[in-house]
């Protein structure tokens, strides 16, 4: 099987479409948060397999915002990309869009980052191929991948402080 030592942030995109059904709302006939968050696993899950062939597990989810909420009867459409890998961990930014069809609207929903670490036979975390961003949205989340994985390393107790160099580089003064 060939093997690559990077790939570009576009040969891991996922384009998914799915529909709000009437099992899938809450009180209101909005799309639940739970199934929404559910949708965005599966696509960022798909688009970290795209990038590594390998088996992934989902080791962190963060800035899940939900600005507006779906519709019943309205199309969910979900993007997720790779954004930078490290060694064995990978970084997905997932935008989600809903979209009526009728009324040709599309409204922005909700985004998220997503971290997949990709493993081998025996599950223990393999490494993976780089990323070589492409475009200057693809180099922006690149460069701020590395501050959001020194702030999740932090938050998760696997990270000194004084190794989130480029982290702390946001909030000195000038
Ligand atoms: C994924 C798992 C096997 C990794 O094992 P681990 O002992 O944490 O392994 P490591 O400490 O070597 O970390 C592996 C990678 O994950 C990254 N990582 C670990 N915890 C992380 C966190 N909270 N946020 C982001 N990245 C994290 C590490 O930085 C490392 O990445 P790198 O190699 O690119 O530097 C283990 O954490 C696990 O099984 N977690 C449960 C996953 C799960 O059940 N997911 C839901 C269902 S898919």
């Known amino acids: 099987m060939e093997t690559v030592d990077f790939k570009t942030p576009s040969q891991s995109l996922v384009i998914m ?36 062939n390998l088996p992934g597990m989902t080791v962190s989810v963060d800035n ?3 600005k507006y909420p779906i519709k019943l009867g309205n199309n969910v459409h979900l993007e997720a990309k790779a954004t930078r890998a ?3 961990s990978l970084e997905i930014h997932i935008k989600v869009w809903g ?5 040709q609207t599309k409204y922005l929903s909700n985004e ?13 975390p393999k490494k993976i191929p780089a990323i070589q961003p492409e475009t200057d949205e693809e180099i922006e989340q690149y460069n701020g991948a590395l501050r959001r994985r020194q702030l999740r390393l932090l938050q998760a107790g696997k990270l000194n402080i004084e190794d989130a160099k480029e982290l702390l580089e946001l909030f000195k003064t000038k």
């Open 17 to 52: 479409n799915e529909l709000v059904l009437p099992n899938d709302t809450n009180y209101f006939g909005n799309l639940m948060g739970g199934r929404l968050m559910y949708w965005m696993d599966v696509a960022s899950g798909i688009a970290s397999g795209k990038h590594t």
């Open 64 to 66: 899940l915002s939900f």
């Open 86 to 88: 490290f060694n064995t």
């Open 99 to 103: 979209e009526d069809l009728l009324q």
């Open 112 to 124: 998220a980052y997503f971290t997949f670490v990709a493993l081998d036979e025996h599950r223990r």
